[in-house]
């Protein structure tokens, strides 16, 4: 009867951890699905690479991804404003003040890049 009983809760066991697995396989195949589905060619979508590889310290990556957004949508503050601070943090900080200006020019109301731009200019070596 133990063995029965130990037997029987192996099966259950096992056929939850089956049906779990086709649960979160499917959540990934969808997920995947949705990833593909994504516009590579929209300024958004580039923008938002761009952030991620910025805050992941890939500076040089972040500045192709902000081209690529401002190739698309010439006008995108954001992405000026970024790039300048990806500029800035690769070592061309004369480049990163054009950017953030241009920022501005287009968005005047972006706080966050006025800060930058005052801080980077206040900096004695550029």
């Known amino acids: 009867m133990n063995l029965i009983s130990e ?10 951890l089956i049906i779990f697995s086709i649960g979160v396989f499917n959540i990934f195949m969808q997920s995947n699905a949705y990833a593909l589905k994504m516009n590579v060619k929209s ?12 805050k992941g310290g890939y ?8 081209q ?10 954001k992405a000026w404003g970024e790039m300048g ?3 800035h943090r690769l070592g061309f900080p004369s480049l990163g003040i054009v950017s953030l ?3 501005l020019s287009y968005n005047p ?4 890049a ?3 731009l005052k801080k980077y200019i206040a900096e004695p070596a550029r």
């Not at 500076?59 to 902000?66: D, K, L, M, P």
């Not at 690529?68 to 503050?77: D, E, G, M, T």
């Not at 109301?109 to 966050?112: H, I, N």
């Open 109 to 112: 109301k972006l706080v966050w």
């Open 101 to 103: 200006k241009k920022a």
């Open 59 to 66: 500076n040089y990556t972040a500045i192709q991804h902000f």
């Open 68 to 77: 690529k957004a401002i190739l698309l949508k010439p006008h995108f503050a």
């Open 85 to 87: 601070i990806a500029l």
């Open 7 to 16: 037997r029987l809760k192996n099966i259950i066991i096992i056929s939850c």
């Open 114 to 116: 006025r800060k930058f």
């Open 43 to 54: 300024p958004v979508f580039q923008f938002k690479k761009g952030m991620g590889a910025l």
